[in-house]
């Protein structure tokens, strides 16, 4: 190959001089270069193109031109990390300010529920570094990759792509499917096309109001802009525009004809040496084509085989946003970069002063971050780009974005077919060194072909690394399942309550190290998007003053609580089935469970079965507890069993499992209504008492619940065909006051059985009808002490002792007059230094406010951290 000495005009080269003005280069601004030639020249001057907008832009763009009969420019980024070698810093940098200005067009409420898409391949790196400077927000990018297994969840077309079918492969299902913002980032935006495709596509399956598009560069006519703001107001959604720079280009009418013929008249036969009509052969033309001549075969034969270097990449986690990258793996990410890295730096030769970290076509962010480490801890000067489809042009002129151009066989089995990649600016840019990174799946024989990637890099850079990341593969759903799910678990092996009251449909978790301090949980939570039901809080063990309060509250409310559970269960038994089949919902729904169960035997001679399942805000119902409740009874006899209503969220949670459980299994006659001992928020129809009053078994946790644990679901501890986990503390039986509970309920069964009647049957002849005046008042208050978000608002005397024992609080709201209910609740308060303020006309005896200002806490509808 006929390349020429290495030229500090190249395209990340020493000067940067393809690379724009100052303020794009980083580092390279120090070396007070001669004046660069704009990386456009060539193409406007011979085509007529002219680039018009924003001061800098032409610093930010050069111009190519496609080897595409759809389209005959290219606008090349110096910013993007594709084409143009570029400091990793400069690249990452521009991406992080993006995602920062769309947090500040959002706010911190919109911003915390948004999810970043980005697109492949160009703009994966640009995607994820946007997600990174919204900080809260998780990432997904569009792949050409199939994959099996992984049920698409959406698709668009790039009309003037060489390659232009996209998909979306999320892990989660879920994750396109909420309601808060869109936010789309590609390199560019030139006609809009693109954009409006994809909004169009996931507009029909996942509505919502609000979308943010984000780009370096935006690039539309006046026409263009017209059309995408009536496409807009058509579907009813607002839609803004972020970038870093906009202006437009202007072509000639013939633009297209005039660029096939130049790419005809410039583009060299195979084995051709010569120069065409007088123009020095484009350096790395005849390697870049899959053209070699001679001295190439050459070089790729006796070129020594790249050095592998084990990245040590975090097990489990993923290479990038394929299929989602949440914070969490971001923060995974950052903590192993410095040993990975180092491992890299260790492995580069002495004396190597510029080094190349290529990433591989969609693999851009992880190769970025690498570089980006390496670039602070190295002397040597890092630059970054990657491999590419895109078919273009290369030539050797200074005023011309491509200068020279590196082909391959594509190495990773692509679904449409064996096919040349590409290199750009690599050859002849004076790079020591060069860290190929690319994923398992595309760690494949033709890599290290005598025409692969690695050859072609080795006959023109010294030294040639080679670090693999392991592909992600989400788990694939089992097409089969197991024909018997295991029994329940029972007392005394699981729980300290009797075998006969309560059979735990759970997995037995208790040799399981969970428990955090409640800091570092709350941290985990909120800075790594953790779901709460991932860990556990360490127990809360009462003091003796407090077990003291338990002692008296269950005293003076035992009557009261007898009386609620007695018309609770008539109810269900009048209104419901002869013969409910009690499904408790682990863990404050069990002791109501069991007490119900109580009743029943106890007024009606009936022995009741009853067992316990796990539900997970923002992650529903265990359906292998449905599945097994299907397979041994009638799902229509099944009465779901809670302790009390909040805002109602289980609720609506329990509801939105049942229906996608018996769409997804075609197992119907689950009756999602809630029967609850007291329901103030009014948010059921199966209630003991709409009163709100103090529960006792609401003050402790584990200690009142059998000594089971919360709930837990972690992919690791929890599969596919299991049952969600918990713990038995067997270790706290001698603080353990279940039975106890129970049986002082029980005792009064007898007094109260004519007045539970009698409120029974009050209840059936009244308007039960849920009017969610709990919910109602849980915004009211919100929004009168400016917390602006109904998440940090725990009503009623349940809740908020449990912000008390497990969250950050700020304040109590007490209603006047609410005496003796709210004696823990005061005892707590003045334990964690919580004042307790009361106000008339509340609904709840009381309301617990978790600190806006500080939520590691907090955690919302889905289960995770809110944060403000």
Request: contains cysteine.
């Amino acid at each position: 190959m006929n390349t020429p000495a290495h030229d500090p005009n190249h395209p990340g080269g020493r000067s940067g001089g393809g690379s724009g003005p100052d303020g794009v280069n980083g580092p390279d601004r120090a070396e007070a270069p001669q004046k660069p030639v704009w990386t456009g020249t060539w193409v406007a001057e011979r085509l007529g193109v002219e680039l018009v907008g924003d001061e800098g832009l032409s610093g930010l763009l050069g111009l190519a031109l496609r080897r595409n009969p759809k389209r005959a420019h290219l606008l090349v980024s110096n910013v993007l990390g594709k084409h143009v070698p570029q400091s990793p810093a400069v690249i990452h940098g521009y991406g992080v300010e993006l995602g920062r200005r769309v947090r500040e067009l959002l706010g911190t409420e919109d911003a915390r529920a948004a999810v970043v898409l980005g697109y492949a391949e160009t703009a994966t790196g640009l995607g994820h570094s946007v997600a990174d400077g919204i900080g809260v927000a998780p990432y997904l990018h569009s792949t050409r990759r199939p994959v099996r297994g992984v049920r698409r969840a959406g698709g668009f077309e790039e009309s003037h792509s060489h390659a232009t079918s996209h998909l979306l492969l999320p892990e989660d299902p879920g994750l396109l499917a909420g309601s808060g913002p869109l936010v789309l980032v590609d390199d560019e935006f030139s006609t809009g096309n693109t954009v409006l495709n994809t909004i169009r596509d996931l507009h029909r399956r996942y509505p919502r109001e609000r979308y943010v598009v984000v780009a370096l560069v935006d690039m539309r006519s006046p026409a263009d802009h017209a059309r995408f703001e009536k496409f807009a107001g058509d579907i009813g959604a607002r839609v803004d525009l972020v970038a870093a720079a906009s202006g437009t280009v202007r072509l000639p009418e013939d633009v297209l004809a005039k660029g096939t013929a130049l790419v005809a008249r410039y583009e060299r036969p195979a084995h051709d040496e010569r120069p065409v009509h007088g123009q020095r052969p484009a350096h790395g033309e005849q390697g870049a084509q899959g053209e070699h001549g001679a001295q190439d075969e050459e070089a790729a034969r006796v070129a020594p085989a790249a050095v592998r270097v084990g990245l040590g990449w975090p097990h489990g986690l993923p290479d990038g946003g394929r299929h989602g990258f949440t914070p969490g793996h971001r923060i995974r990410l950052e903590a192993a970069l410095p040993a990975m890295a180092g491992r890299l730096a260790d492995a580069l030769p002495d004396g190597a002063d510029r080094v190349l970290v290529l990433g591989f076509e969609e693999l851009m962010y992880a190769p970025l971050r690498l570089a980006h480490e390496l670039e602070r801890t190295l002397p040597a000067e890092v630059r970054f780009s990657t491999t590419t489809r895109s078919p273009v042009l290369a030539l050797d002129d200074p005023g011309y974005a491509i200068r020279s151009r590196l082909a391959f066989p594509a190495h990773d089995d692509p679904d449409d077919g064996p096919g040349e990649r590409y290199a750009y600016n690599v050859a002849g840019a004076g790079f020591d060194a060069v860290v190929a990174v690319v994923d398992s799946t595309a760690d494949t024989p033709e890599l290290h072909a005598p025409d692969g990637l690695l050859a072609q890099l080795a006959a023109h850079i010294p030294h040639v690394l080679l670090a693999v990341v392991p592909s992600y593969a989400p788990a694939r759903p089992s097409t089969e399942r197991p024909s018997m799910l295991p029994e329940p678990l029972r007392g005394p092996a699981f729980s300290s309550y009797a075998p006969d009251e309560v059979g735990w449909l759970l997995r037995d978790l208790s040799d399981v190290t969970l428990e955090a301090p409640t800091e570092e949980r709350e941290e985990a939570i909120q800075s790594g998007g953790a779901h709460y039901a991932e860990s556990l809080p360490v127990e809360y063990q009462p003091s003796p003053e407090y077990q003291e309060l338990f002692q008296a509250a269950l005293t003076a409310s035992a009557a009261r609580i007898a009386e609620a559970v007695g018309a609770v269960t008539e109810l269900v038994l009048a209104d419901r089935s002869p013969r409910p089949v009690l499904v408790s919902l682990a863990r404050a729904g069990t002791p109501v469970g069991v007490l119900m169960r109580r009743w029943a035997q106890h007024q009606h001679g009936l022995d009741l079965p009853h067992y316990a399942v796990s539900i997970v805000r923002g992650r529903g119902i265990d359906a292998n507890a449905l599945r097994w409740l299907a397979a041994h009874h009638d799902p229509a006899d099944v009465v779901f069993v809670d302790g009390w209503t909040g805002k109602g969220a289980i609720t609506r949670e329990l509801a939105d499992a049942i229906t996608e459980f018996e769409e997804a299994e075609g197992i119907t006659g689950f009756d999602p209504e809630i029967a609850v001992l007291a329901d103030p928020g009014s948010c059921v129809r199966t209630y003991g008492t709409r009163e709100d009053f103090l529960i006792p078994s609401a003050c402790l946790n584990s200690t009142v619940s059998g000594l089971i644990s919360r709930t837990v679901l972690r992919a690791d501890l929890v599969g596919e065909h299991d049952f969600h986990g918990a713990k038995f503390y067997r270790e706290l039986a001698g603080a353990d006051v279940s039975v106890e509970f129970l049986d002082a309920v029980a005792a009064r069964f007898p007094e109260v059985a004519e007045s539970a009647r009698d409120r029974a049957k009050e209840l059936l002849a009244a308007d039960r009808t849920p009017t969610w005046e709990g919910w109602a008042a849980v915004e009211r208050i919100s929004e009168e002490y400016e917390i602006h978000d109904v998440n940090l608002v725990k009503p009623g005397v349940g809740e908020t002792t449990r912000v008390l024992l497990r969250r950050v609080p700020w304040k109590i709201l007490a209603r006047a007059g609410a005496g003796a209910d709210l004696d823990h609740v005061r005892l707590l308060a003045g334990q964690r230094g919580v004042p307790v303020e009361e106000v008339e006309e509340l609904p709840y005896t009381c309301v617990g406010l978790i600190h806006p200002k500080y939520t590691r806490g907090a955690t919302g509808a889905d289960g995770k951290a809110v944060t403000l």
